[in-house]
Every structure is written in structure tokens, then in C-alpha cells.
């Protein structure tokens, strides 16, 4: 049986409180799913706890992007652009399938305004090119033999071709360089199933209430589970909070002063048509905002990505984009851009709040992504700040913590670690490809199964050629199948309808009701696969519609939501 199978969540819960483990990690993002399969990998005993669903807070509502970091260029933070480069050749290599080289394009114009972080402004265009072309050198320099793609210059006819409706006036040229592009809840659902096959004990919706001591020491918590009420100690010699922007809540729990100290910052995403902006598979980037910030145009399956914000914060369990948010972002694309985008081109808004490490007097914008590990008094071991790409190294130097304690030799098995589903992965493609079309499965469901889920495409393959009815599209103009339902509780440990529509499929992003209009037959699959009583499928259908509707409510935006009067 798949090591996330909805199914298994009941045994590993009762595990929880029958094991002793020598580490407990609090936080099922991106973070604590590294630290897992970190601990995992070099032999220790692990349990992972999450209060909601994996990923399910800022791990899922990222910009999708694994990088250097070019924003970082002007401030001259090369120690930070060196350890993101280097990690997002580390995924390519580790999740091929699913963390993928993206070209980007930034384009010069004639007096074009220079980032604000910037010390000194070059005196002219051409000293602004040259800047800008010598950082991108360092950028390649810097990422080594893990380098994904050279930099290179480009004509504006040719920077046009990319992106036709560009603004043409005073363009001039274009840079174009390389990043990599990711699923960003499937990525930290992947670790998780890794993390799975080395032995640790994942479970989703069990929150930690309290902590328990031996000779003033934390050497355990309470957990509750939030589908049945039941409460567990999970007893562990090592506790890691990794838990984002709630470090500092989880810390509170034991009553101690902590060290955790995190400056939440909302980052907001608007997704439209990819056709409405004329974008293919290239990615550009809106190298200057009246804030001083960078922002992303980032082609994603049919959709493209706008983003993102750096503004204060609200209630951390509910990241919601204002008008005014919205507003900043179609403003800034319209500059640049000759779209005339408007509120009715949005098909859906997400917005989540980055970990940032505190620092005095700072905006959140020039706020540093470094990453810092502390030992608490209590024994508890924190990690906060990081970013997406860095994840590893973040659980790397976490882990590296718990093995000096033990006196144990510091080892790196995730350095060379591949992830589920990209062991043997060029024979596995091709084998997708083949076994795809002979279902008679579209390219491009095709080359989506290939692309999320690696080798394990063939799982829901298996599933599409013995039950035929599972081969339909769940919305016509998006590649996702019903099979991929199916799947998701088979092997991913989707609990609710929510974890399906927003995580392990991308619907409420990329449809332009956010799945309302498919939200009874998915919840039906469901019941079939977790045995939903008629009144608990009833109660996810409205659960979800409500989780939309505050949604559309807080951002000012109009849709129609769609529901099943049978249900």
C-alpha cells in the first residue's frame, strides 16, 4: 500500500502514540517535509504532524518558481543568490519531472528606472544594460557545473517574437536568462511520499495543543486529530518547529521566551488566460514597481501567473488579496504590457505570507530570505525564514543540529537524493507517452501526468485502463482527469475536497469559478474512496463554497458559483 494512502492515516495515528521516536517535526509545508526526509534519510526515527493539509499554508501559494534569486542582484547579496542557485540545480537534478528550466526575459528600455536598491545608478541605457548583463554573468558564475542555462542577450524584434505585446515604445532589448519553474504543493507532497518510503509517520489535520517535559526538557506533545477529536502524545527526543510563519505560536506552547522571531509578509498572485497575454514558454519579468520591487509574468499550464506583493499582514490562518492588492498588480502589468487587463480578466487570486527572519526598521520587501536554525532553551529546534528553492539546505543545516547533539558523523544523503518518481524517469516518460496514447489520452493530459507526478504516472494510468469512466476531464480546457482523484486518496492522503481542488490538482487556481462547477463530482469520488456518509459529502460541497465565496468577498471580485441542488 502507497505510504500516503488516505487509508494508512489511521495506522500511522495510532503509531503516534504507541512509538517512541527521536524526532517529532511540527509543520507539513515545504520545510518540515525537507526536515522529514532529511532526518529520515540518515536513519533517524520521525514523525510529522500538520495542523491543516500538507502544504496547504504558504508552500502552496508561492510564485511556483525555484531560483537564484535576481532580485537580489542590486543588493549585492551574492552568499544568498549562490546557495539559491546552486539548490535549484539540486531539484532540477532531484525532481526533473517536476521542477523544470524556464526562460526569463527582462526588458531594457530607453530611461528606464533603475531598482532603488541600487547604490550608484549607471549614468546611462547602456551602462544599465551592462549592469545588468555582468550580474547575469555572476548569476550563471555562480550555480557552476549545476547551471541550468546561459544568459544571453536579445534583440527587441526577437524579444518581441517571445512576448508580442510588450510594450514597444523605447525597447530596446531584453536579457534573457534561466530559472526553473515547480509545483510547489505537489513538490512538498513529493518529499513528504519520500520522506514516507524512509520510514517517517506523516499525518495531515492532527494540531499540536501541548508539549510534555522529563527533567525540564520537551520530550513530546499533545496532538489532536481535527477529523475525529482524538488526542495522542507523541513522545520524541527531538522536537523541530518548522512550522513558517506560526514559529512563533508553536513556541508560545511551552511557555518558555523563544529565540523564534518572524515578520510574516503577504505576497499576492492574480492568474489569467496565458492567451490573454500573448505569453508561450517564457517568462518575463517587470524589472521596476513604484515600491522598488521585481514582478513575474510566469507561464503555468493553460494560465499565467502575475506576482507578487510585499505588504503587511492580517490573520495568518487566513491570507486574503484586497482590491487594493489587486489593483497594484494590474496596474504594473498594464505599464508594462499593452493588455488592458482588468478585474474581469482574473480567473482566481491567491495570497500567502512568507516566513521573513525580523529585522529592525527594515520593509518587508528589502527583508532578507536567509534562512537561521535555533536552539531553544527547552531543547526545541526552530527553523525559520528560507525560501521554496532552499527548502533542502534549510532541513540540511536543521538536521545537522540534531546529529551534533547525538555526536553522530555529519552526513548529506539528500545532496544526491533523487525524489518519488524521478528514479528512472527518460525511461518513464517515454513509457507515459506511449501508454498515454494508446488509452487514446490527449497530449497534453499526457505530458501533465508525466509532469506532476514522474514514474507514478503510471499508477494513475493503471487506474484510467481499468476504469474508463476515470479517463474523462474534470473541466474541459484544463488537463486534469478524474483519475487524478482517485489517486489523491490513494496515494496522497487528500482528506477533504479542499486538498483536492487547491493542492494535488490546481483547479481553484487555474478555473475561472475555482472549481465550484465540478466540486459535487469530486466530492462524490471522494465519498466512494473514503466512504463519506451522504450528509458528510453534502457538508464538503459547502465547506468548499463557503472557503470560495470568503475568498471572492475579501479580494472585491464577482463570479458564478456553481453547486449541485442533489447533494
Sequence with gaps: MEP?????RTVYLERLGQEQFDVLVIGGGITGAGVALDAAARGYRVALVEKADFASGTSSKSTKLAHGGIRYLPQFDFAMIQEGVIERGLMVRHAP?????????????????????????????????????????????????LNIGRHKRISAGETLRRVPKLRRTGLKKALLYYDAQTNDAQ???????????????????????????A?????????????????????????INATG??????????GDESKATVEPSKGIHLVVARERLCISDTAVVLPETEDGRILYIIPWSARAIIGTTDTGTGDLDDPQASPADIAYLLKHVNKYLEADLTDDDILSVYAGY????????????????THVVLQEINGMVTIVGGKLTTYRRMAQDTVDVLAKRDGMPISHPTQKLLLNGAIGWRNAKREIEARG??????????????????????????????????????????????????????AEMAMTLEDVLARRTRIILEDGTRGMGIAPAVAAL??????????????????????????????????????????
Design 4 to 8: 500516503l494512502a488516505a487509508t494508512v
Design 97 to 145: 519531472f517536476l521542477v523544470r528550466p524556464l526562460p526569463f526575459i527582462i526588458p531594457v528600455y530607453e530611461h528606464m528606472p533603475w531598482p532603488s536598491s541600487l547604490p550608484v545608478r549607471p549614468p546611462t541605457d547602456f551602462g544599465l544594460a551592462l549592469v545588468l548583463d555582468i550580474g547575469l554573468w555572476m548569476y550563471d558564475l555562480m550555480a557552476g557545473w
Design 187 to 213: 513538490l512538498t507532497v513529493t518529499v513528504l511520499r519520500t520522506a514516507a518510503q524512509f520510514g517517517a509517520v506523516v499525518t495531515n489535520y492532527t494540531q499540536v495543543t501541548g508539549f510534555t517535559r
Design 215 to 239: 527533567n525540564g526538557k520537551l520530550n513530546g506533545a499533545v496532538v489532536c486529530d481535527k477529523l475525529t477529536g482524538q488526542e495522542v502524545t507523541v513522545l520524541a527526543r527531538h522536537i
Design 245 to 254: 510563519v506560526f514559529a512563533e505560536q508553536v513556541a508560545a506552547l511551552t
Design 354 to 369: 512568507r516566513p521573513l527572519v525580523k529585522s529592525r526598521g527594515a520593509r518587508a520587501a528589502e527583508l532578507s530570505r
Design 437 to 490: 496514447q494508446q488509452l487514446g489520452l490527449a497530449p497534453d493530459v499526457v505530458e501533465h501526468l508525466a509532469f506532476t507526478f514522474g514514474s507514478n504516472a503510471n499508477t494513475v494510468l493503471d487506474l484510467v485502463n481499468e476504469d474508463k469512466s476515470l479517463r474523462e476531464r474534470l473541466i474541459p480546457d484544463l488537463p486534469y482527469l478524474h483519475a487524478e482523484v482517485v489517486y489523491a486518496c490513494r
Design 526 to 567: 471522494m465519498a466512494r474512496e473514503l466512504g463519506w456518509s451522504n450528509d458528510q459529502t453534502h457538508s464538503q460541497v459547502e465547506q468548499y463554497r463557503a472557503l470560495v465565496g470568503h475568498q471572492l468577498e475579501a479580494e472585491g471580485l464577482q463570479t458564478v458559483l456553481q453547486t449541485d441542488s442533489n447533494l
